[in-house]
Protein backbone atom coordinates (compact mmCIF):
# COMPACT_ATOMS: atom_id res chain seq x y z
CA UNK A 1 0.00 0.00 0.00
CA UNK A 2 1.49 3.21 -0.91
CA UNK A 3 1.17 5.60 2.19
CA UNK A 4 2.36 8.31 4.17
CA UNK A 5 1.77 8.08 7.94
CA UNK A 6 2.92 10.90 10.72
CA UNK A 7 3.75 10.19 13.93
CA UNK A 8 5.08 12.39 17.19
CA UNK A 9 2.90 15.03 17.92
CA UNK A 10 1.50 15.75 21.45
CA UNK A 11 1.09 18.39 23.84
CA UNK A 12 4.43 20.53 24.29
CA UNK A 13 5.52 23.48 26.71
CA UNK A 14 6.53 26.71 25.35
CA UNK A 15 10.04 26.45 24.63
CA UNK A 16 10.20 22.42 24.34
CA UNK A 17 11.32 19.98 21.81
CA UNK A 18 9.49 17.07 19.67
CA UNK A 19 10.22 15.22 16.72
CA UNK A 20 7.61 14.23 14.22
CA UNK A 21 8.38 11.23 12.13
CA UNK A 22 6.65 10.30 8.87
CA UNK A 23 7.11 6.54 7.52
CA UNK A 24 6.76 6.00 3.74
CA UNK A 25 5.22 2.34 2.34
CA UNK A 26 5.15 1.27 -1.60
CA UNK A 27 7.43 4.22 -2.89
CA UNK A 28 11.11 5.41 -2.44
CA UNK A 29 11.24 8.50 -0.39
CA UNK A 30 14.86 9.19 -1.52
CA UNK A 31 13.03 9.56 -5.35
CA UNK A 32 10.79 12.74 -4.29
CA UNK A 33 10.99 15.91 -2.84
CA UNK A 34 9.57 15.40 1.12
CA UNK A 35 7.94 18.42 3.01
CA UNK A 36 6.18 19.12 6.03
CA UNK A 37 3.15 21.16 6.00
CA UNK A 38 1.00 22.63 9.00
CA UNK A 39 -2.66 23.90 9.20
CA UNK A 40 -3.82 25.81 12.29
CA UNK A 41 -7.32 25.85 12.91
CA UNK A 42 -9.24 28.78 10.77
CA UNK A 43 -6.08 28.87 8.92
CA UNK A 44 -4.83 28.05 5.56
CA UNK A 45 -2.45 24.83 5.19
CA UNK A 46 1.51 25.86 4.74
CA UNK A 47 4.46 24.48 3.83
CA UNK A 48 6.84 24.08 6.86
CA UNK A 49 10.31 22.81 5.47
CA UNK A 50 10.65 20.91 2.07
CA UNK A 51 13.82 18.29 1.65
CA UNK A 52 14.80 18.11 -2.31
CA UNK A 53 16.31 14.36 -3.33
CA UNK A 54 19.48 16.00 -3.72
CA UNK A 55 19.27 16.94 0.07
CA UNK A 56 18.97 20.92 -0.22
CA UNK A 57 16.41 21.77 1.79
CA UNK A 58 13.87 25.05 2.65
CA UNK A 59 12.03 26.15 5.59
CA UNK A 60 9.57 28.73 6.39
CA UNK A 61 10.82 32.15 7.86
CA UNK A 62 8.63 31.36 11.14
CA UNK A 63 10.37 28.33 11.86
CA UNK A 64 14.19 28.82 10.49
CA UNK A 65 16.74 28.43 12.97
CA UNK A 66 14.26 26.09 15.13
CA UNK A 67 13.09 23.17 12.74
CA UNK A 68 15.10 21.20 10.54
CA UNK A 69 13.82 18.73 8.21
CA UNK A 70 16.05 15.52 7.84
CA UNK A 71 15.38 11.75 5.90
CA UNK A 72 16.79 8.20 7.06
CA UNK A 73 16.88 6.74 3.63
CA UNK A 74 17.24 3.05 5.26
CA UNK A 75 14.13 3.56 7.61
CA UNK A 76 12.14 5.49 4.23
CA UNK A 77 11.66 8.19 6.72
CA UNK A 78 11.25 11.79 6.97
CA UNK A 79 11.60 13.69 10.42
CA UNK A 80 11.28 17.40 11.50
CA UNK A 81 12.57 18.14 14.51
CA UNK A 82 10.89 20.90 16.10
CA UNK A 83 13.18 22.95 18.60
CA UNK A 84 11.90 26.22 20.40
CA UNK A 85 8.52 25.74 20.02
CA UNK A 86 5.94 28.70 20.13
CA UNK A 87 2.14 28.39 20.85
CA UNK A 88 1.78 30.09 17.32
CA UNK A 89 3.51 26.60 16.09
CA UNK A 90 0.05 24.66 17.06
CA UNK A 91 -1.46 22.86 14.10
CA UNK A 92 -2.20 19.79 12.80
CA UNK A 93 1.14 19.09 10.65
CA UNK A 94 1.01 16.81 7.59
CA UNK A 95 3.96 15.29 5.60
CA UNK A 96 3.83 15.52 1.73
CA UNK A 97 5.66 13.82 -1.19
CA UNK A 98 6.13 14.69 -4.81
CA UNK A 99 7.87 14.34 -7.58
CA UNK A 100 10.36 16.84 -9.06
CA UNK A 101 7.64 17.79 -11.62
CA UNK A 102 5.20 18.36 -9.07
CA UNK A 103 3.09 15.20 -9.89
CA UNK A 104 2.51 11.97 -7.88
CA UNK A 105 1.61 14.34 -4.74
CA UNK A 106 0.74 11.95 -1.53
CA UNK A 107 -0.46 13.24 2.08
CA UNK A 108 -0.11 11.89 5.10
CA UNK A 109 -3.47 11.89 7.75
CA UNK A 110 -1.78 14.56 10.12
CA UNK A 111 -0.40 14.94 13.29
CA UNK A 112 -1.59 17.46 16.01
CA UNK A 113 1.02 19.94 17.68
CA UNK A 114 -0.36 21.56 20.71
CA UNK A 115 1.42 24.23 22.53
CA UNK A 116 0.65 25.59 25.57
CA UNK A 117 1.58 25.85 28.95
Known amino acids: QVQLVESGGGLVQPGGSLRLSCTAS????????VGWYRQAPGKEREVVAT???????TYADSVKDRFTISRDIAKNTVYLQMNSLKPEDTADYYC???????????WGQGTQVTVSS
Open 96 to 106: NSRTIWGTEIR
Open 51 to 57: LATGGSS
Open 26 to 33: GFRIRLYT
